[in-house]
């Protein structure tokens, strides 16, 4: 398809925009990754709610990480080069800089 008001500039930015999302996401899963295991490495009782909660919670992040890892593995190659990504990121920014 032919976008005729969607210009290559904002397509950039919405595919840059993905990846930062992606990317956040892919952090916040790391971080609550690394949290649930020390949780449960804390000497809690394996059998008590809390732990099983806590195990259900970890397989579950680690899941929901591995398919954040497959969707920007697929989205990269639809990234424009790096200085273009450098320019959407600045524009990104500088729009969040403006969110109160």
Same mark, same amino acid.
């Given at each position: 398809?032919?976008?005729?008001?969607?210009?290559?500039?904002?397509?950039?930015?919405?595919?840059?925009?993905?990846?930062?999302?992606?990317?956040?996401?892919?952090?916040?899963?790391?971080?609550?990754? $690394?949290?649930?295991?020390?949780? /449960?490495?804390?000497? *809690?009782?394996? =059998?008590? &709610?809390?732990?099983?909660? %806590?195990?259900?919670?970890?397989?579950?992040?680690?899941?929901?990480?591995?398919?954040? $890892?497959?969707?920007?593995?697929? /989205?990269?190659?639809? *990234?424009?080069? =790096?200085? &273009?990504?450098?320019?959407? %990121?600045?524009?990104?920014?500088?729009?969040?800089?403006?969110?109160?």
């Amino acid at each position: 398809m032919e976008y005729r008001a969607l210009s290559k500039k904002e397509r950039d930015i919405m595919l840059v925009n993905t990846l930062l999302s992606q990317e956040r996401d892919h952090f916040m899963h790391t971080v609550n990754a $690394e949290r649930f295991q020390n949780m /449960l490495a804390s000497g *809690l009782d394996p =059998e008590s &709610e809390f732990a099983k909660r %806590l195990q259900a919670l970890l397989l579950d992040t680690i899941s929901r990480k591995m398919e954040v $890892e497959l969707i920007i593995d697929n /989205l990269l190659p639809q *990234l424009p080069n =790096e200085t &273009e990504v450098e320019t959407a %990121l600045v524009f990104i920014n500088a729009k969040e800089a403006t969110k109160p």
